[in-house]
């Protein structure tokens, strides 16, 4: 009973370790473990160690029942072995991950970030609309003294909008982009 607790205790430090390398690096941009490890593609480590858990969780489950069989309890204590070892080594080789190249896909922001970008832009742009208004109506009602600085103000401000017109088409082609291409 003693190493089943040890078990529990491990897992527990898992769940940790993994929360806090699941935070820091993301989803990975691809399947961490083979699929017969873990069910489905697990691309971070917290879903991992809660599938450790369950194994384990049925393997203590059958045995108090008594419906435990040597033959299962051998595929169970073999498979908890193997994602646990699993999940450990993940864990242990992070600095070696971190100097892999990364995936296209790693860089790609979700869609509905690009959404809140561009609405964003959206704001900036005519926020600036109305800035080039502004120093227009300046310029137009300068003193000769003051023209050329109105005339540069206006100038600054138009390139400003200009910048924020061109990254909001950029944002709007990713956007069509993904959405044609998911």
């Known amino acids: 009973m003693s190493q089943l607790k040890q078990l529990v205790s491990t897992l527990e430090q898992l769940s940790v370790q993994a929360a806090a390398l699941d935070r820091s690096r993301g989803e990975h941009h691809q399947a961490l473990f083979d699929e017969r490890l873990f069910h489905g593609s ?33 595929y169970l204590s073999e498979r908890l072995l193997s994602q646990v070892s699993a999940i450990q080594r993940e864990i242990a080789t992070q600095s070696i991950r971190k100097k892999e190249p990364k995936h296209f896909s790693h860089y790609q922001k979700p869609i509905n970030v690009l959404y809140q970008e561009l609405a964003q832009h959206q704001e900036w742009e005519r926020r600036l609309m109305e800035m080039v208004r502004d120093k227009q109506f300046e310029l137009d009602n300068a003193s000769p003294f003051s023209q050329q600085q109105a005339q540069q103000a206006l100038l600054s401000t138009e390139q400003r909008l200009e910048r924020c017109r061109s990254a909001k088409i950029k944002l709007e082609n990713q956007i069509t982009y993904r959405e044609r291409h998911q």
């Open 42 to 74: 697990a691309r971070l480590l917290v879903p991992c160690v809660k599938e450790a858990n369950a194994t384990l969780e049925t393997l203590i489950r059958e045995e108090d029942s008594g419906r435990l069989t040597a033959l299962r309890a051998e």
